[in-house]
């Protein structure tokens, strides 16, 4: 079958790019050959169908081809589209920016890739708010076959989208899924940390407090608020530089920063360490939830998290602690006996088995009706 891939220009490192990257695998694990596209008004982008390519230190375009909207080039994209069998919007509709505005709206000329194609067509949705920044996604509800919400937490959101005439459903994260455990004694205890510094990710309720906390914490990212929380930063890093490069929290300080560093690289830190820590309380989970699982890391997520009734993650797959203590629980959750840590990462081991990248996919083929 050919599978053709859209996307769109989203200033976004993290959680869309990798669902889509490992997608992408799980269809190439079931053996099809997916071919990946991003769309946009542009007459020409600097993506490469055989490697990422870097558009800022803080995000990258994935392996793909170009398919413009631009009216000079419309007719020419909607042919190539028509080639193929299936096209999975990997994100519905262009993302509403100042700079793009004009180009999204009026003319709507992107909306033909979904009105002017012929094969069945999928849509991922990644956001519960749709009808806040891009309502107009809506106008092209008739043209698609499926619509597949990336979160549970989404999928009320998404069947106000596809009303009664069209299919739609959710599932887990897709996880690319490592070989096999590594040894319990190469594992470190410390804490990973590797969000967005935002302020609605709470890292003021930990950082300032790094020299009670009992084993080092590596964090990486960047973001809008880092430099309000400790004067070093604010000193000596700007969140466009210093990519991939360390910054110590102070001179004696065993806790450690890195810039924006691509999550795959993370997680290679990561599978050495025991636990990765999230601060925020948001209900949802994320690739920063899910992904850690993957290479046998704890995920230590707040107690807000565990208990909301979107958290796709058993409770017995992970760690919770309280913000409001959160030194004090951290510093309990580091010294827990190797045994109980040994228990829990299995259990998360056997858990995201069934969230392995190409179960997803044909997850989402099967109830797209495709196969």
């Known amino acids: 079958m050919k599978i053709a891939v859209v996307t769109w220009i989203i200033n976004d490192v993290g959680g869309i790019n990798s669902w889509t990257e490992n997608f992408l695998l799980g269809l190439r694990r079931l053996g099809h050959n997916p071919q990946l596209f991003y769309g946009s008004h542009q007459n020409r982008l600097n993506c490469n169908p055989d490697k990422k390519v870097m558009r800022s230190r803080r995000w990258h375009l994935l392996p793909s081809k170009h398919l413009s909207y631009n009216l000079t080039h419309l007719k020419s994209s909607i042919n190539t589209l028509n080639e193929f069998d299936l096209i999975v919007f990997a994100h519905p509709s262009p993302h509403p920016t ?22 069945l067509k999928i849509s991922i949705f990644h956001d519960r708010h749709w009808d806040r920044s891009n309502k107009w996604i809506e106008e092209v509800k008739n043209s698609i076959d499926y619509v597949y919400a990336a979160q549970h937490h989404f999928l009320e959101a998404v069947k106000k989208f596809a009303g009664k005439d069209v299919n739609c459903g959710w599932g887990m994260f897709p996880l690319v899924i490592t070989e096999g455990l590594s040894g319990i004694k190469s594992k470190h205890r410390r804490f990973i940390l590797a969000t967005q510094w935002l302020a609605l990710k709470n890292h003021r309720f930990l950082l300032p407090h790094l020299d009670k906390l009992k084993i080092p914490l590596h964090s990486y990212g960047s973001g809008q608020t ?29 806790h450690v ?7 795959r690289k993370v997680l290679r830190k990561m599978r050495r360490s025991w636990f990765s820590l999230d ?12 992904e850690p699982l993957s290479v046998g890391t704890i995920s230590v997520l707040e107690n807000r998290v565990v208990e909301d009734s979107f958290c796709e993650i058993p409770k017995d797959c ?35 088995q069934k969230c392995e990248c190409s179960v997803v996919a044909k997850s989402i083929l099967k109830s797209g009706g495709v196969v």
């Open 279 to 290: 601060l925020s309380v948001q209900g949802m989970t994320n690739m920063t939830h899910w």
């Open 257 to 263: 920063h890195w810039g924006h560093t691509e999550y």
């Open 98 to 119: 100042k700079s793009n505005i004009e180009n999204v709206s009026e003319p709507r000329a992107w909306q033909s890739f979904y009105t002017e194609t012929h094969p």
């Open 318 to 352: 992970c760690i919770s602690f309280d913000l409001d203590n959160i030194l004090e629980e951290l510093n309990t959750i580091a010294l827990t006996p190797l045994t109980k840590l040994k228990k829990t990462r299995e259990k998360a081991w056997k858990f995201v």
């Open 226 to 254: 880092y430099h309000t929380l400790l004067p070093v930063m604010r000193e000596k890093y700007r969140e466009d530089h210093h990519q991939d490069e360390v910054l110590y929290y102070n001179s004696k300080s065993k």
